[in-house]
Every structure is written in structure tokens, then in C-alpha cells.
């Protein structure tokens, strides 16, 4: 896979170095067939930056039913007892993915997130639409408060809420929620999923099945099984 992505062939250039004040990166640059990247910055115990780009330039290469190009782009930043940063990861047709967030020294963190995956149906041909997500998360004295939402094509949508104590590894988690059954289809093939899927789960206690409480409830759902010459209906 690595000789697919360097083309046998691969240069880096570096300059810089690590020292009593911090790091320093004047340059840093890789260049392959498929691959690039390049960094610079310096960051000590009190302040700097670093700066990091890199891309791949065809997807298609790790994902057949992809094709374009995929560049991230990502900085961080110290100042003090707070480090901050951001990365932004494009796709191709329009699909990307956002993280920003910051992080203090005694271990608080804050950090969102907003991501969209445009034509899902390259990968999931009975899903034609968009897929997107977004949510934050929070974490104050080793206690994480979690919020996110997803929405996908055919009224597919889901919401997580809760929180997660780190100190005595309890979560308190609820999933709400419908989907389309046809999302599994690739993971069962032959066999045909088809209908919609409510859910209304929680994750009480410390994770595991046995802290798993909830409903799930199928609306016209129906499976085909070729080898047996079956359909089951709901």
C-alpha cells in the first residue's frame, strides 16, 4: 500500500530541533508521488505556534468509490497555561471535517466538531443525500459533558447527550434517534435490508452491555435472504 502512495519514490527536508526552550521547526517538507506535507512553528513552556499541511492527492486510492484529492490543514497554539488548535480536513465533492478546541494544563478541555460527507451514495447507493454531524465536548475535573447531533438522507437523524466521570468510570448517555435500515446493506450482502429504525437507547453506569437500557422499534422493515429464497417483513 505505501509503494502505491510514495510511487517508489519519497523525499523529506527537516531543519530544526528540540532544546531546553522548546521546539523549533524552520523547515519540514515531504514529497512522494501521492503524498505531501510540510510544518512549521516553534512552541516553548509559555507561547508559540506550529502550522501543518498535508494531502493526499487522489482518495481513491485507500477508498475506490472516492476520487479527489484530501487536504488537511491544522495549527497549534500556546499561550501560557492553554494550548488551542484547530484542524480542517477537505474531501472530495465538498466533504469536510472540523475540530477546534483548547486545552489547559490542570487537564479542562473544550472541543466542537462539524463534519459533512456530501453524496453518500458513492458509498451507500440506496442513501443518495448528505451526511452530516456536529457536537462539543467538555471536560472539567476529569467529568465530561458529550453533545452531538447527526442527520443523514431520508430523515435519518440522532442525537447523543450525556456525561462521563473519568474518576469512578460511570457514563450517563442517552441516543435518540431513527435510521434507515439500507445503511447495513453493505455489511450483509446478499442479503437486502430495507425500512426505518427508531431508537431510544441510554448508557447508565459503567459501559457495557449489561448498562445498556432502551428501545428500538422497526416501521416497515423488510429483509431479503437470496440463498434461502426469503423475505421477512416486519
Known sequence: EMDRLTEGNLTLRFKGGRGLTG???????????QLSAEATGDLDSRAGTLALKAGLKDLNLLVPQLTGPLDLQADVSRSGNSLSGAAKLTGPHSSF???SGSVQLDGD??????????????????????LTALGQAQRRAGNWQISAEAQAPAGARARLQGSYDETRGLADITAKGQLRLEGANPFLSPNLLKGAASFDLAL????????LRG????????????????????
Open 23 to 33: 521546539i523549533r521547526v524552520e523547515v519540514f517538507q515531504l514529497q512522494s508521488g
Open 215 to 234: 428501545s428500538v422499534t422497526t416501521t416497515g422493515a423488510s429483509m431479503v435472504l437470496p440463498a434461502a429464497s426469503q423475505r421477512l417483513d416486519d
Open 204 to 211: 447508565q453506569g459503567a459501559p457495557g452491555l449489561d448498562a
Open 97 to 99: 471535517a472540523d475540530l
Open 109 to 130: 478541555a473544550d472541543f466542537t466538531f462539524d463534519a459533512t460527507l456530501d453524496q453518500l451514495q458513492r458509498l451507500l447507493p440506496e442513501l443518495p443525500g448528505k
